[in-house]
């Protein structure tokens, strides 16, 4: 009944993306697909300025997620207590 709305991603402001874990650099543990880190990458590849933004519980904040060439950091961090600005150099 209604029709499907869609958007050009590299229009948008704001990315919720998903994760079971995060570190203080933004780094993202995912399930292993790939699908997020992909799309993020391509976004950023078209021009996209879309700030990547994951929430998530105090628990899953860990010391270090493992990352490889490419993954792709997050740029906020929001949890219940506290809001990380992710940026790869941080530790």
């Known amino acids: 009944p209604y029709p499907a709305a869609t ?4 229009t948008l402001d704001l990315i919720l993306v998903p994760g079971l874990a995060f570190d203080p ?5 995912g399930r292993g697909a790939g699908f997020y880190d992909r799309f993020l990458a391509d976004l950023r590849h078209a021009g996209g300025k879309a700030s ?3 929430l998530a519980l105090d628990e899953q904040i860990l010391e270090s997620v493992p990352m ?7 740029d906020l ?11 790869p150099g941080n530790i």
């Open 25 to 29: 650099r933004g780094g993202r543990l």
């Open 77 to 87: 961090i929001v949890t219940p207590t506290r809001t990380l600005e992710a940026r």
């Open 68 to 74: 490889d060439r490419h993954d792709v950091f997050m």
């Open 52 to 54: 990547f933004v994951a």
């Open 7 to 10: 958007a050009d991603p590299v």
